[in-house]
């Protein structure tokens, strides 16, 4: 799942998650963990540079809840 979820960040990041999203092009609606099984199924090749900036918007987020829970 956590695999399928960086993925699905990837795929965001990097503005391929409009292909899978038919209804609104403002709001996105579909989950991370979607998204990186959609991409795993269409094969859905990303460079490392949009690896390393899904990584770090992963990394800040942690960071985020990490701090709000202390």
Do not use: A, F, I
């Given at each position: 799942s956590l695999v399928a979820i960086l993925l699905g960040m990837v795929v965001v990041s990097s503005n391929k998650h409009r292909r899978f999203q038919a209804n609104t092009d403002t709001r996105s609606v579909l989950s991370f963990h979607y998204l990186g099984l959609r991409a795993i199924a269409c094969r859905i090749r990303f460079t490392?540079?949009?690896w390393k900036a899904a990584l770090?918007?992963?990394s800040s987020i942690v960071d985020a809840a990490w701090a709000a829970g202390t």
């Open positions: 490392m540079r949009q770090k918007w992963y």
